[in-house]
Structure formats: structure tokens, C-alpha cells
């Protein structure tokens, strides 16, 4: 059998091993509840970190927009999609993260394969851990360097792997999350900083979940009075996350983002953002460097669920961040426990294999600044039933 005569056999291979996956249809605003089918839901999957997606003001700047500049950006950066909205956010990630210069992408995804596609080629080196996100291990690939995995945090296995690399004295470009995204610890960036200085390679960090979630006004990660730009010549944020609106962006020295712009083919050959998302991000950005008061709310709910979950016996990853696995390892124990979570008025994901390692399915509890203690409290309560449980005859 040849082409694609196979294409239903292999949908139904993945359904045989749970690995099928569906959307769910969500209607309504992101919040502590979602609507589904008609139910509400205690909403423990988002990335919505400080609770700023449906944020009122947020909103109403975006509408505001909206009527000035209209909808579509109508062209790419470089042609004539560019605005004075960009522009001016831009200019307010930069002094945001500490950074000579920013540049907004359309997407955290799209940003991380240009920007590894700009900076290197065929016989240039990267340095991936082996758990990061997918965006950027395909960045890698697509580059055509030679790509090289390191062990999860390991700064020893990447300290060989660079030593063994640097005779050739082509380009050598690090690349990390800040935070990883299905396991929720962070990334060695003081060892990684060292290194890369011993061997004149160069650091990439996503920090697409620490950006507003971490350090003073939410500055993420790479704190600049901690890390200066020398330390970490590229550094990406998202906007769809903890700023609850949409897009991405790099921060680096003003060399960097030249040659984003002449390079980045993701940023090149694609239409700009909305000039009224990059304003109502304007908005979000005054209300994550003021309001404390989400990163502190958050922060407490982290450690009531993890006091809770020691409770029950639950065991977590070592993560101190607003992403909470629970490690079941079968995809489909993972799947029952979802769903039986579900009945149970409350929603979490079923993260499996490819997006996780096999055999290392979980459910992927993330807490936000729109919750409650209660909420909390609830979810310990369902999960300490469910995970006794999960498929009750
Ligand atoms: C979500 C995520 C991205 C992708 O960002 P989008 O703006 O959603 O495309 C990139 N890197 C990491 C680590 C992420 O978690």
C-alpha cells in the first residue's frame, strides 16, 4: 500500500493507543470557569498566568483600537504593515526587559524558527535541551546546523557537547526555555551564562511562561539588573500568555534585531500583527508592571496546591511556577483522569506523547491570578477522589 492509502489506518492507530486528540469547543471569555457544552468549569488549563485575558481595560483599549486602525495590519513589517503601534510597543518591551531593542512577531512559535533561522546555517552548531518546546527544537532542524540534544538541565552533558564542538570555531547559539513548558521548572541560566561565555557561544531563552509571571514588575527571568544583554544575547517573550493578549517578541542589541529584520524569514514573509492587538498589549503591559498584587496572589495559590497536594499524597514535579503536572505515565490512565476530572465540574488537560516523552503522560494543572483559594481547595478536593478512582464502575 503506498501513498496516502494509509491516511484513516494511521488515525485510528492513534486512537488505539490514546493518542487521539480533540478540541474542545469553549464558549466564552477565558476565566477561573469556562463554559463547555453547555457546563461550567473550574479552568485549570490555561496560560492566562494573571488572569488579564478578558481583563475590562484591556479590552476596551483593543476596542478603541480597533475603531482608529481597524482590523487587518493589511501587509508584512517590511512592505507596509508596520505602524506607529508596533513601533511604540517595541520601544516599551525594550525598556520593559532591559534591552537596547524589541521586535514583535506574530507569534511566540514563528518568532523562535526565525530568529534560530537567522542566525545560523549549515555547519553552525545548536545546543537544545532535550525538553524544550517545540518551536524551537523545529527552528533548529530547519536551520540545518548541526543540532545537538543535552540532557534536561544537565550543564555538564552541554559543557562537553560544547567543548567537543568549538574546534571548528563556527557559531554556537544555546537555546532554552526559561520555563519548561510541561514540566514547569525552570532552566540553569546562571550556568548556562558561564558557559556560554567559556566557550563564546551564544544564549537563546524563551521565556514564554516567565515573562510577567517572574521577578520584579514581571520582568521574567532575565532579570537586566541580574543578566545583561552580553549575558543573554536573545531573549524571547510571548504575548498570549501571561499578558493575555497575542503575538511575541525578541529583545536584544540593536545588531540582533537588524538582522532579524533583514533575515528572520517568519518575519519577513508575513503579515504584521494588528495594530490594535499591539495597543491593547500596550495596555497590558502598564497593568503587569503595576499590579504586585497578581503576581503575589498567584505565588500563594502555587504554594496552597502544592501544601494540598502533599496532603492527599499527590506527587508533583519540582516546579515552583504556576505549572502543576501530575505524572501519571499511561496516556490513557492520563485521559481517564481528565475526563473523570471533567464530571467533576473541573478542567485539565491530558498532556501526551509527542508533546511529553513516553510513558511520562500528565495531566498539566496550571493556576492562574483569577483564582481563588476555594478553587484551590476544590481542585484538591476532586483530584484526591479521581486519583483514587479514576474510572469508578
Ligand atoms: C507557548 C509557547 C510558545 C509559542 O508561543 P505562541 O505565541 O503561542 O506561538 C513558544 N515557546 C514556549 C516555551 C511556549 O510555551
Redesign the pocket.
Known amino acids: 500500500m503506498g501513498g496516502f492509502a494509509d491516511i484513516g489506518e494511521r488515525l485510528d492507530a492513534l486512537a488505539s493507543q490514546s493518542l487521539y486528540r480533540r478540541r474542545r469547543i469553549v464558549e466564552g471569555p477565558q476565566g477561573r470557569e469556562l463554559i463547555v457544552d453547555g457546563r461550567r468549569l473550574l479552568n485549570f488549563c490555561s496560560?492566562d498566568y494573571l488572569g488579564l485575558a478578558a481583563d475590562p481595560r484591556i479590552a476596551e483599549a483593543f476596542a478603541a483600537a480597533v475603531q482608529q486602525w481597524g482590523v487587518g495590519a493589511g501587509a508584512s513589517h517590511l512592505v507596509c504593515g508596520h505602524t506607529s503601534a508596533h513601533h511604540d510597543l517595541e520601544e516599551a518591551l525594550a525598556e520593559f526587559t532591559g534591552r537596547p531593542r524589541a521586535l514583535v512577531f506574530s507569534?511566540?512559535?514563528?518568532?523562535?524558527v526565525g530568529v534560530i533561522n537567522a542566525l545560523l546555517s549549515a555547519g553552525d552548531h545548536v545546543f537544545e535541551d532535550r525538553l524544550n518546546?517545540a518551536?524551537?527544537l523545529d527552528g533548529g532542524w530547519i536551520s540545518r546546523a548541526d543540532f545537538h540534544w543535552y540532557r534536561h538541565r544537565d550543564l555538564d552533558d552541554l559543557g562537553r557537547q560544547l567543548a567537543d564542538s568549538s574546534a571548528d570555531d563556527r557559531r554556537m547559539l544555546i537555546v532554552s526555555?526559561g520555563t519548561f513548558?510541561m514540566d514547569g521548572d525552570l532552566c540553569p541560566l546562571r550556568g548556562m551564562v558561564t558557559l556560554g561565555r567559556q566557550h563564546r557561544a551564544w544564549i537563546m531563552l524563551?521565556d514564554?511562561?516567565g515573562i510577567g509571571v517572574h521577578g520584579p514588575q514581571g520582568r521574567g527571568l532575565v532579570d537586566p539588573e541580574i543578566f545583561s544583554t552580553q549575558d543573554v544575547p536573545v531573549l524571547?517573550g510571548?504575548?498570549?500568555?501571561a499578558f493575555g493578549t497575542?503575538?511575541?517578541f525578541v529583545a536584544g542589541d540593536d545588531a540582533l534585531i537588524e538582522t532579524l529584520i533583514q533575515r528572520a524569514r517568519n518575519y519577513i514573509f508575513t503579515t504584521a500583527l494588528p495594530s490594535a492587538v499591539a495597543i491593547a498589549t500596550l495596555r497590558s503591559l502598564q497593568i503587569v508592571k503595576v499590579e504586585e498584587w497578581r503576581r503575589e496572589h498567584l505565588a500563594g495559590l502555587i504554594r496552597r496546591f502544592r501544601a494540598g497536594a502533599s496532603e492527599i499524597g499527590c506527587e508533583l514535579l519540582p516546579s515552583n511556577t504556576p505549572i502543576q503536572p501530575v505524572v501519571v505515565g499511561d496516556a490513557g490512565l492520563a485521559v481517564a483522569i481528565s475526563a473523570a476530572l471533567e464530571r467533576a465540574g473541573i478542567l485539565v488537560t491530558a498532556i501526551r506523547p509527542p508533546s511529553v516523552p513516553r510513558d511520562t503522560a500528565r495531566l498539566r494543572i496550571t493556576l492562574t491570578a483569577a483564582h481563588t483559594e476555594a478553587d484551590i481547595d476544590v481542585l484538591i478536593d476532586r483530584l484526591d477522589v479521581v486519583l483514587r478512582d479514576p474510572e469508578p464502575a
Open positions: 496560560n507569534t511566540g512559535y514563528s518568532a523562535n518546546h518551536s524551537l526555555d513548558s524563551d514564554a511562561h524571547v510571548t504575548l498570549g500568555k497575542f503575538g511575541a
